[in-house]
């Protein structure tokens, strides 16, 4: 039997595209947040040393001109469009992952202009010229989408228009690259994270394990990660294509010309074909979004997500691309209003199902959480509505984390693998119960022993003295009437760059109030309080 390889791919990366689409002033220092935390910065602001993930506050203190600029998903995608139009030219097939990423199988194209690495070149030559020159564009071609991305990653670091990985050496290519690269594939963070935590630092490690012992142990994003990082796409290419009775169109008459008319019928449309699929036990990743106006232009645009699209993502990437269309610049804007509109499901999965009501069905409630999810996404983005998920760790703050809603199905039971993380010891985990108030950042205290000296913690995890009296920022010393510890914990003892000792302590003061404090390098902190 043949051994099964990744599908040849070409991924288009434009870095920090949120950057350009907001329209900044050449060489202006310009960040992109989201959530208080940035998310694309320009290459000035990056010389100022901003890193995506910096807090506002601290990229404003690095570079007090810093210009700010919220994240604007539908912004991004109208930006977008003209890029993905101008390889309509090289094939017919251009994938819209999210803006800034596209992709495109190669099998064709790559024949016609003769080869990977002419095909790669005339791409980002294409590019770069529909962008006017003003933004960088990296390449990648490699076996399967997430090697062809990272190629695409590594050029950009490099300052190369291309990386062209070699036939058959996707596997080899992933292999050193570290387990946070799923990251930017699939939304399975939790089985990244255990994966790190059980020290599979690259996916190598990852590919190595035998298939069959990380279905059993990981379930479905288990195998999905370990396909990714063996250099395989995702879903196996088999009969993927559903059937053209699957697809949902809507006459608009008189037709359209103005995106916020055109999205009501987007909705009603991602409704119906999310509604048609459901009814056939089928989940659609990869959608078609048509277009036909009074003149008889046809438009058509596909959209890619590696998980299954729900309702709500359907309609947000029609109501994108509609605004591309609709509102790009007058040469490529059709010369009529639409007056049809068709959604196909190009690909689809079969649904992993969803747990009804108690007397079968959803309830009126469940309903309305999902009107108000829905909303909210349409208001602030999918990725900006975020959800609470109790994950393994040792201190409270590592333990909740909170991911977007649209990367979980709210009535789905939690699975097993993110329960095995939670239930399996932690050495030096605080034991229950948990804080009530858990600080984004410690505040730094003052412990001290009877005779006003600071108590310190040895490396054998022994105390200098009791702790007899706190003192928080601002505030007058309060005694302390009860405490217990010290829970030590040695962090990545094997990584000098992140290697951390430190003990943590409960404490009651004579107020009552009850804290968990850390003591680190000899300086205390407060990093929780209890009710």
């Known amino acids: 039997m043949e051994a099964e390889v990744g599908t040849r791919t070409l991924v288009v990366l434009c870095p920090d595209w949120s950057v350009l689409a907001s329209d900044p002033e050449p060489a ?135 990386v062209v990985v070699p036939a058959g050496a996707g596997a080899a290519f992933l292999a050193p690259h570290p387990v946070s690269a799923l990251l930017d594939t699939i939304e399975v963070p939790e089985v990244t994270d255990v994966w790190q935590r059980l020290g599979l630092r690259t996916l190598g490690h990852v590919a190595a394990l035998p298939r069959g012992d990380v279905a059993a142990r990981f379930g479905h994003p288990g195998v999905a990660g370990h396909r990714l990082a063996s250099g395989l796409d995702l879903r196996p290419l088999a009969a993927r294509r559903p059937a053209p009775d699957l697809a949902v169109s809507h006459e608009l008459d008189p037709p359209v010309d103005r995106v916020d008319q055109a999205a009501f019928v987007a909705k009603a449309l991602a409704d119906r074909l999310h509604a048609g699929l459901g009814a056939d036990g089928l989940a659609c990743t990869q959608v078609l979004i048509e277009a036909t106006t009074a003149h008889g232009e046809v438009l058509g645009r596909c959209w890619r997500h590696e998980g299954a699209l729900t309702a709500g993502a359907l309609a947000d990437r029609v109501r994108w691309q509609l605004d591309g269309w609709l509102t790009g610049s007058v040469s490529s804007r059709p010369t009529a209003g639409v007056s049809r509109l068709t959604l196909v499901p190009v690909e689809v999965v079969a649904a992993r199902g969803r747990q009804l009501g108690f007397w079968g069905g959803e309830t009126l409630v469940d309903e309305r959480i999902w009107r108000a999810v829905a909303r909210l996404q349409g208001q602030l983005g999918a990725e900006a509505v975020t959800v609470p998920e109790v994950r393994g760790g040792r201190s409270p703050a590592e333990r909740v984390v909170r991911i977007p809603v649209a990367a979980v199905d709210l009535t789905e039971a939690r699975p097993a693998t993110r329960l095995a993380s939670v239930v399996e010891p932690w050495p030096g985990q605080v034991p229950a119960p948990a804080p009530a108030t858990v600080l984004t950042e410690p505040a730094p205290v003052l412990v001290v022993d009877a005779q006003g000296e600071p108590v310190a913690v040895s490396g054998r995890s022994e105390l200098s003295a009791p702790p007899a009296q706190i003192t928080f920022a601002g505030r007058t010393p309060v005694a302390i009437a009860a405490w217990t510890g010290p829970w030590p914990v040695d962090e990545r003892w094997w990584d000098p760059g992140r290697h951390r000792r430190r003990a943590r302590f409960q404490v009651v003061d004579r107020q009552g109030a009850a804290h968990l404090l850390a003591v680190e390098a000899g300086r205390w902190w407060l990093e929780a309080t209890y009710d």
């Open 28 to 162: 202006a220092p310009v960040i992109v947040v989201r959530a208080n935390r940035v998310v694309a910065a320009s290459m000035a602001a990056r010389a100022a040393g901003i890193e995506v993930g910096l807090k506002r506050r601290e990229s404003q203190r690095r570079c007090p001109a810093v210009e700010v600029v919220e994240h604007d998903p539908g912004r991004d995608a109208r930006a977008f469009e003209p890029v993905a139009s101008s390889l309509d030219a090289i094939t017919p097939g251009v994938e819209v992952t999210h803006p800034g990423t596209l992709a495109f199988a190669t099998r064709g194209p790559s024949r016609y202009f003769g080869g990977d690495d002419s095909l790669a070149e005339r791409v980002a030559w294409m590019v770069s010229g529909a962008l006017g020159g003003r933004w960088p564009v990296r390449v990648g071609v490699a076996d399967g989408a997430l090697a062809a991305l990272l190629a695409a990653q590594r050029a950009h670091r490099e300052g190369r228009a291309a």
